[in-house]
Nanobody, 121 residues
Framework: QVQLVESGGGLVQAGGSLRLSCAAS????????MGWYRQAPGKQRELVAV???????TYADSVKGRFTISRDNGKNTAALQMNSLLAEDTATYYC???????????????WGQGTQVTVSS
C-alpha cells in the first residue's frame, strides 16, 4: 500500500507565496514522476507541474515563471514552491506519484488527499 500525504496549503494574499509538500510512503520500488493537479470549483482539473525521476520538469503555461517543482528521490518527496500567487491560482491541489511497486512491474498512480490553496485579491 502506498500513501501520499500533502501539506502546505492555506490562505495567502495575492502576490504572496506558499509551498506545498508531498511525501510518498509504503512499499515503493521507484517513482517515475511526481506532480500536482489542481481543480477549482466549476473548472476542469488542470495539470500544474510534473517532475521526473531524472529532474525534468513541465509546467502549465499559467504558472511558468512563478511555480517551481522539485523532488528528493531518496526521500520520495516533492515540493511545489508557488510565488507571485494570483487569485486564479485558488483551487484544491492534488499531488500524485507514478509508482512502481516491484522491479519491472506496472506503474500505478497514487494520489494525495488534496490541499486547499486560497489566494485573496
Amino acid at each position: 500500500q502506498v500513501q501520499l500525504v500533502e501539506s502546505g496549503g492555506g490562505l495567502v494574499q495575492a502576490g504572496g507565496s506558499l509551498r506545498l509538500s508531498c511525501a510518498a510512503s509504503g512499499s515503493i520500488f521507484s517513482i517515475n514522476a511526481m506532480g500536482w493537479y489542481r481543480q477549482a470549483p466549476g473548472k476542469q482539473r488542470e495539470l500544474v507541474a510534473v517532475v521526473t525521476s531524472g529532474g525534468s520538469t513541465t509546467y502549465a503555461d499559467s504558472v511558468k515563471g512563478r511555480f517551481t517543482i522539485s523532488r528528493d528521490n531518496g526521500k520520495n518527496t516533492a515540493a511545489l514552491q508557488m510565488n507571485s500567487l494570483l487569485a486564479e491560482d485558488t483551487a484544491t491541489y492534488y499531488c500524485y506519484a507514478n509508482t512502481v511497486l516491484v522491479a519491472e512491474g506496472p506503474v500505478y498512480r497514487y494520489w494525495g488527499q488534496g490541499t486547499q490553496v486560497t489566494v485573496s485579491s
